[in-house]
């Protein structure tokens, strides 16, 4: 009996070991400190009124002095593929509005539940030469039909309103995240 207590210990570490070296090493694939810019006008994904509540409304801004501390994202990338896009001000998730979202939702930020109603893809933008331009259309998991696109200039034009409509390749629908080490 004393020989298979040292026996049991010794296959248990090995496992462990076994385990240890077979299971993927996951790096951060969150990225902070991101502004998310739109082709079409240069505007940069803010938050209404720089609001960090429950529900404020993604606004994209056009005024280039207007520095909100609502216009950085953290992108978080998930084991599936699809994004995350959280404000770091507010401390909550990109979403649209409504849980079956349609053309004409508005795009809020909500507590981070991990729902597939947080979950973005990207698709890279149509290129002739194929090469890579750094810009792409955002749609949301629980419709793939729709991407986020600029509205209409609101405040003198100083900001543009946000809303989900067909995903189509259009500068309005176009983004990127820049940071200090560049864009995507």
């Not at 210990?9 to 385990?19: D, E, K, N």
């Not at 400190?33 to 529900?55: H, P």
């Not at 606004?59 to 959280?86: C, E, H, M, N, Q």
């Amino acid at each position: 009996m004393p020989r298979i207590g040292p026996f049991l210990a010794t296959t248990a570490l090995m496992l462990a070991g076994l385990t240890a070296v077979s299971a993927p090493a996951h790096a951060d694939t969150s990225r902070s400190d991101q502004r998310i810019i739109n082709r079409m006008d240069g505007s940069r994904l803010a938050l209404y009124g720089d609001g960090v509540g429950e529900g404020a409304q993604a606004v994209s801004l056009r005024f280039p002095p207007w520095i909100y501390r609502t216009a950085k994202w953290t992108w978080i990338t998930k084991s599936d593929g699809y994004w995350v896009l959280k404000n770091e001000a507010a401390g909550k998730c990109l979403q649209p509005i409504n849980g079956a979202p349609s053309a004409n939702d508005l795009v809020v930020v909500k507590t981070c539940d991990g729902s597939a109603l947080q979950d973005w893809s990207r698709v890279k933008e149509d290129t002739v030469a194929g090469g890579e331009t750094g810009w792409g259309r955002l749609r949301p998991r629980t419709n793939t039909a729709l991407a986020l696109t600029l509205s209409i200039y609101q405040g003198s034009g100083v900001w543009d309103s946000l809303y989900l409509d067909q995903d189509q390749s259009s500068t309005d629908r176009l983004w990127r995240a820049v940071s200090g080490n560049g864009p995507w």
